[in-house]
């Protein structure tokens, strides 16, 4: 009678492997992380801040933007800033700049006005090349007969 000889596969062999290389990456982690901790508790001391705190403050400070402020009444109140109104002596203004070649963002910045309203002057004025008429009919008019 043949005796059975206890084999080990293959599979066996590298599910092991896998199940050591996953206890030794956990280890890694762990490591990793009490160094990272080790390091950030040091951090303030050696930026030469008392505490955590002071060095946050510190960040937050220099990380700072600059904010457009609106007035305290219009923001408690809630009400949107007025219609600024174009007298006939600042469209003239406008229509002098544009009629110089100075670019329509330029002009509303100049006269702190929106791009719509320069767009606006500047088509009343008769500052703008009007499109001439398509004269190819349209694909659906086509379609339609």
Do not use: C, F, W
């Not at 946050?56 to 219009?74: D, E, F, G």
């Not at 070649?101 to 330029?106: F, Q, R, S, Y």
């Amino acid at each position: 009678m043949k005796t059975r000889v206890n084999r080990i596969s293959p599979v066996s062999v590298k599910l092991a492997e896998i199940s050591a290389l996953e206890s030794k990456l956990t280890a890694l982690r762990n490591e990793a992380s009490e160094t990272l901790t080790a390091t950030l508790r040091g951090l303030p001391a050696s930026l030469g801040y008392d505490n955590a705190d002071s060095l946050i403050k510190a960040i937050r400070a220099a990380n700072k933007t600059k904010t457009r402020k609106v007035k305290a009444s219009r923001k408690a109140s809630g009400a949107r800033k007025a219609r600024a109104s174009i007298t006939p002596e600042k469209r003239a203004a406008i229509i002098a700049d544009l009629t110089a070649k100075m670019a329509p963002l330029d002009v509303a910045t100049k006269h702190e006005i929106s791009l719509a309203t320069v767009q606006n002057v500047k088509k009343a004025a008769g500052l703008v090349k009007v499109r001439k008429a398509d004269a190819t009919p349209a694909p659906a008019a086509v379609a339609a007969s």
